[in-house]
């Protein structure tokens, strides 16, 4: 089966690649896909509860997923191509002029108050001692960060850019990527989109090889993340110049442990059941935890039985590990489809000659299509609830200061470029 999952890889690369397409959101699904089920070409995943890093062969069934899941994205990304290549957004917000600046005030004042709440536990290399006192300054702070970065760079605002992109490296800096990461894959998409249908290894493989570095700087900052915040140069200028880090970096990273929740699921016919979905309904009640609300996630529930040696820090979560605990194939298929239809909304929608709303999209569906593997549902839900929220939010806000100053400006950035 490891045969199967990766000839089916080899031919999505080759489409993706090589066939005259625009990137979009099933490009960033398919190879995100790959980088996640990296234990797929290996043969392995590591149990984190047994203290070494013995590889643990990958079941048949866990396989199946794998290919099930890439297949289905290289499915869905040919009949959209089909059905849908010429097909652009039509609709155009008005009065939306100031919703870039709005995004990085908003960003700044996160950031102001998650100083100010946080205190020296934000600088503290044990990142277990940050955590303790996060709140939720810091969610408005990067999620603000990231939208303001993707919205200045689609209306050419280099100023407010590089404002959200000093922030973000800030976020990164204390001990957290993603954001970083979903912001660089969210202009990338809309970079590479703009150049609409191409061969994309042909035409553009620059921005690839662009796009091949910051992954591995991804990939190699999670082992030099404390070492940086020690300010313990030396170490990291030494990993840095040595190869074994490289390789250590992607062969002990997070995709090995993020499948062995898969694994394990499926070895032991571990059962989940659905009860723990109606925690879905508190993420559509703002400030529902507050309130009271305790909602249970998947690693509640597989993390103790599974891994009991390893409580004692967390492991994140698999979403696809999740439905076929809950339900079985009905279910993990019934999800999949799901996932790629909202890839096909994702891609059409980050097609938009309105910089809003290609920007916000890109930001959205982004964690929808690359993040969305280490996750639950209920924790993927309340990261695009959040996006929304801020999306929302500065959109609005914009609307009312145009309302204001009754400006009727004409707005640059929403000429209509068709699709080439």
Same mark, same amino acid.
């Given at each position: 089966?490891?045969?199967?999952?990766?000839?089916?890889?080899?031919?999505?690369?080759i489409?993706?690649?090589?066939?005259?397409?625009?990137?979009?959101?099933?490009?960033?699904?398919? %190879?995100?896909?790959?980088?996640?089920?990296?234990?797929?070409?290996?043969?392995?995943?590591?149990?984190?509860?047994?203290?070494? @890093?013995?590889?643990?062969?990958?079941?048949?069934?866990?396989?199946?997923?794998?290919?099930?899941?890439?297949?289905?994205?290289?499915?869905?990304?040919?009949?959209?191509?089909?059905?849908?290549?010429?097909?652009?957004?039509?609709?155009?917000?008005?009065?939306?002029m100031?919703?870039?600046?709005?995004?990085?005030?908003?960003?700044?004042?996160?950031? #102001? !108050?998650?100083?100010?709440?946080? *205190?020296?536990?934000?600088?503290?290399?044990?990142?277990?001692?940050? !955590?303790?006192?996060?709140?939720?300054?810091?969610?408005?702070?990067?999620?603000?960060?990231?939208?303001?970065?993707?919205?200045?760079?689609?209306?050419?605002?280099?100023?407010?850019?590089?404002?959200?992109?000093?922030?973000?490296? @800030?976020?990164?800096?204390?001990?957290?990527?993603?954001?970083?990461a979903?912001?660089?894959?969210?202009? %990338?998409?809309?970079?590479? *989109?703009?150049?609409?249908?191409?061969?994309?290894?042909v035409?553009?493989?620059?921005?690839?090889?662009?796009?091949?570095?910051?992954?591995?700087?991804?990939?190699?900052?999670k082992?030099?993340? #404390?070492?940086?915040?020690?300010?313990?140069?030396?170490?990291?200028?030494?990993?840095?110049?040595?190869?074994?880090?490289?390789?250590?970096?992607?062969?002990?990273?997070?995709?090995?442990?993020?499948?062995?929740?898969?694994?394990?699921?499926?070895?032991?016919?571990?059962?989940?059941?659905?009860?723990?979905?109606?925690?879905?309904?508190?993420? @559509?009640?703002? @400030?529902?935890?507050?309130?009271?609300?305790?909602?249970?996630?998947?690693?509640?529930?597989?993390?103790?039985?599974?891994?009991?040696?390893?409580?004692g820090?967390?492991?994140?979560?698999?979403?696809?590990?999740?439905?076929?605990?809950?339900?079985?194939?009905?279910?993990?298929?019934?999800?999949?489809?799901?996932?790629?239809?909202?890839?096909?909304?994702?891609?059409?929608?980050?097609?938009?000659?309105d910089?809003?709303?290609?920007?916000?999209?890109?930001?959205?569906?982004?964690?929808?299509?690359?993040?969305?593997?280490?996750?639950?549902l209920?924790?993927?839900?309340?990261?695009?609830?959040?996006?929304?929220l801020?999306?929302?939010?500065?959109?609005?806000?914009s609307?009312?200061?145009?309302?204001?100053?009754?400006?009727?400006?004409?707005?640059?950035?929403?000429?209509?470029?068709? #699709?080439?």
């Amino acid at each position: 089966m490891q045969v199967i999952f990766v000839i089916v890889t080899i031919i999505g690369s080759i489409y993706f690649l090589f066939s005259k397409r625009q990137f979009d959101m099933f490009s960033i699904a398919f %190879f995100s896909g790959c980088v996640y089920f990296l234990p797929g070409y290996f043969g392995y995943v590591f149990d984190p509860s047994t203290g070494s @890093f013995l590889g643990i062969p990958i079941e048949l069934e866990t396989y199946c997923v794998m290919t099930a899941i890439v297949g289905a994205i290289l499915l869905m990304a040919v009949l959209f191509d089909l059905l849908f290549k010429n097909y652009q957004p039509r609709t155009i917000i008005r009065g939306n002029m100031w919703s870039v600046q709005l995004a990085v005030l908003t960003a700044i004042i996160g950031f #102001i !108050m998650t100083v100010a709440t946080t *205190g020296d536990a934000l600088l503290a290399p044990d990142k277990n001692i940050m !955590m303790a006192q996060l709140n939720r300054w810091h969610t408005l702070w990067v999620t603000a960060a990231s939208l303001g970065a993707v919205l200045s760079f689609r209306r050419s605002r280099w100023g407010l850019f590089a404002i959200c992109m000093f922030l973000l490296f @800030f976020d990164m800096y204390i001990g957290f990527r993603v954001s970083f990461a979903i912001t660089l894959i969210s202009i %990338f998409t809309l970079w590479a *989109g703009d150049k609409g249908r191409q061969r994309f290894a042909v035409r553009s493989w620059k921005i690839g090889a662009i796009g091949l570095a910051s992954a591995l700087f991804l990939f190699a900052y999670k082992h030099l993340c #404390i070492a940086v915040k020690l300010g313990d140069w030396h170490l990291i200028m030494k990993q840095l110049l040595c190869l074994d880090f490289y390789i250590t970096a992607i062969t002990h990273s997070e995709p090995f442990v993020t499948q062995t929740i898969l694994n394990q699921v499926l070895s032991k016919r571990f059962v989940a059941g659905m009860e723990h979905f109606t925690g879905l309904v508190y993420q @559509f009640i703002l @400030f529902s935890s507050e309130l009271g609300a305790k909602a249970t996630s998947f690693n509640d529930l597989f993390q103790p039985v599974l891994f009991p040696d390893a409580v004692g820090w967390g492991m994140a979560n698999n979403i696809w590990a999740e439905m076929w605990s809950s339900g079985g194939w009905p279910l993990l298929i019934l999800f999949l489809i799901v996932f790629v239809l909202v890839l096909a909304i994702g891609s059409y929608l980050i097609r938009s000659a309105d910089p809003e709303i290609a920007a916000g999209s890109a930001v959205l569906f982004s964690y929808w299509a690359f993040y969305i593997h280490r996750n639950d549902l209920l924790y993927q839900i309340n990261l695009e609830k959040d996006v929304m929220l801020v999306w929302i939010i500065c959109t609005l806000g914009s609307q009312l200061l145009s309302t204001m100053s009754k400006r009727t400006v004409r707005d640059p950035h929403l000429s209509k470029q068709p #699709i080439q």
